[in-house]
């Protein structure tokens, strides 16, 4: 007999940080009868277990910014709890303007950051070399210092979010994947899963790359692209340490930072492969993702000359997946 509620107030479809998070950010407002749903046998399985954990709050608009320093308060918040945090470090962040026209959009950024209420600061660039010993900011035109960044590990997040969303009352189900949306009169009145339905009026579609799918059970294409992504992790290496700040190049494609006492670096490819939705199921995968080592070197490339030191570290792991 299946322990699957047969009602709930709100059903989340999708336990990934997203999902796991609204679940949290609704229980922690005193909604009740909170039900998630996951079709994996565990949580953070899909894009949240792959990610590398940055997180920016430097952003083009006003509303962008604040939205990212709620979530920064919300780390920190988890994190001052003993168990169940988020792996939180709120180590600061350096982005690197190479050329002018970047240093005139950073500027732009800091304009945004100033009227959100976010300090950043720009430095100079043996200020910045301070920060980052081993690397070499001789080709910076401009480094924008933001104190109040930092990284945390995306599956603790969502663990995070889990432990602390059932302890004021949400429900959270693996291996139950959603079949489907129900719809009487353009109103939703439940989920499908194997088990039968949910009655519920409220849906979050959470399904990551599979939202395109869920959100087709009711008739509506939502215009979404998983495009691929990926970072590599190296081996073990003398100064670097946890509490270094996250470096971004935007005009390299890179972004960096310190994964215990390894160096973590992914980029943003010029030619991003992108699979389309409406080529696998909703009960099928998006497809498999070799490590692109053509991709991965070429970001060690882009680093070289800022982080020489990359050239002799070995590749210890590579991660990926397909944000949407
Ligand atoms: C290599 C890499 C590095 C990244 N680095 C960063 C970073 O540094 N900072 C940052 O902010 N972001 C980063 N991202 C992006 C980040 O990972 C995603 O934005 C985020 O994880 C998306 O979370 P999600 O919950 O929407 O999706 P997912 O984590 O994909 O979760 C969706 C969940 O829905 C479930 N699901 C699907 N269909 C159904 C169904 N029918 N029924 C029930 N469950 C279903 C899936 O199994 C999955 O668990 C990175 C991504 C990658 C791939």
Known sequence: MSGQPKTANIVIIGGGAVGCGVAYSLAKAGVEDVLLLEKEPTLAAATSGQAAGLVGQVRNSVERTQLAMWSVQTFCELQAVDTANP?????????????DKRVREFEGMKAVADEAGLETEFIDNAAANEHWPLMDFSAAKAV?????????????????????????GAQFLTSTPARSIRLEGGRVTGVETDAGVIECKTVINAAGAHAFHIAQSVGLELPIVPVRHEFFVTVHADGLVPDLPVVRIPDASLYLRAETNALLCGGWEPEGLSTDPRGFAL????????????????????????????????LRSVFRGWPT
């Open 87 to 99: 792996g939180w470090r709120q180590v600061g962040s350096l982005r690197v303007a190479l050329n």
């Open 144 to 168: 924008l210092w933001c104190a109040s960044d930092g990284y945390l590990q995306p599956s603790d997040l969502t663990m995070a979010y889990v432990a602390h969303a059932r302890k004021m």
């Open 283 to 314: 009960t099928a995968e998006p497809p498999a993702i070799d490590p692109d080592y053509e991709v991965l070197g070429w970001f060690a490339e882009q680093l070289a000359p800022h982080l020489p030191k990359v050239n002799d570290l070995g």
